[in-house]
Every structure is written in C-alpha cells, then in structure tokens.
C-alpha cells in the first residue's frame, strides 16, 4: 500500500529566480493536487532539523546555508503513489543527470541548487508534512 501525499519545497534559487509560479503549474499539469501551501523562511535550526538525517554527509554545512538563503514554497501533493510518481517527476538529484522535462532538468542550477525537494519515502512524506503544516492547514 502506497500513499497519495508527498511533501515538496521549491528552493531558494527557483524562488530568486521567480519560478515559484512556473513550478506550481508543472505540479498542477503533472496531476499533484495541491493540498496545502506556505512561502517561509527556514532559520538555521530548523533547516538543520529538517536535513538531520544528512547530518554526517559533507555536504550538510552548506546545504543548510543554502536553504536558509531565501524563501521557500512548501507544500503538500497528493496523486496516486505520491512519493515516487514526484521523485520521477522531478528527475535525479543532480540537474545534470535529470531527465529531460523534468523539473530538475528545466529549473535545476547544481547538484545542490537543484530547485526542488521531495520526499523519500511514505514515512518520511507524514514526518516532513508535521515539519511544515499543522492539521488545520492542509484541506
Ligand atoms: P534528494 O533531494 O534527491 O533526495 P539527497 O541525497 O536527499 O537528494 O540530498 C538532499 C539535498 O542535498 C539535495 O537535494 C541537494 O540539494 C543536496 N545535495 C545532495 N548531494 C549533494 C552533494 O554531493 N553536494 C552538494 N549538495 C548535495
Ligand atoms: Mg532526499
């Protein structure tokens, strides 16, 4: 059993670079039903809790710097097996290595400035939706 709901940010590149408005028509075309929605500004701390589980990798300092560089989208998706039909949505983690078409490849400046996230898993989709939203705002 797979379930319906991903979490997603669009990145504070895509944001600068006023994609905000492109992307969420690419996930509204793609058929991910927007289920609920915020701009915000990560703080250190938060990022940091956020990307825990990368805590080890080398690239953790600087992933956290970038994703408090600016303002972030994120929000909830729903289509059927959310969490994989996003990530297939949204290419590899390095633009350079997405798919053509997809979201990485089109909007994707850089293994790390790579324009959007989405969840891992469906565990990992609940965990990161708490993160952002409280009950009273999802629909
Ligand atoms: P994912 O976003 O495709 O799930 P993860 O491996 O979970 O990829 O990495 C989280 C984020 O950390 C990536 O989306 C990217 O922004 C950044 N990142 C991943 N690997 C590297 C790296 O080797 N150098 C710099 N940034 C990286
Ligand atoms: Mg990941």
Redesign the pocket.
């Known amino acids: 059993m797979t379930g319906n709901k991903t979490l997603a940010m669009i990145?504070p590149e895509a944001v600068a670079e006023g994609n905000i408005g492109a992307i969420l028509d690419m996930m509204s075309k793609g058929g991910f039903k927007i289920k609920a929605l915020k701009l915000l500004q990560l703080s250190e701390e938060r990022a940091k809790a956020f990307?825990a589980?990368?805590a080890e990798?080398?690239?953790?300092h600087?992933?956290v710097n970038?994703?408090i560089s600016g303002p972030i989208i994120a929000t909830v998706l729903e289509k059927d097996n959310a969490v994989q039909a996003f990530?297939d949505f949204?290419g590899?983690?390095?633009p350079a290595e997405a798919a053509e078409g997809t979201i990485?490849a089109i909007y994707g400046r850089?293994?790390?400035?790579?324009a959007?996230?989405?969840?891992?898993s469906d565990e990992n989709a609940v965990i990161e939706t708490e993160f952002h939203f409280s009950a009273d705002e999802i629909v």
């Open positions: 990145k990307y589980v990368h990798r080398p690239f953790y600087d992933l970038y994703m990530r949204i590899a983690t390095n990485r850089s293994l790390e400035s790579n959007v996230h989405g969840s891992d």
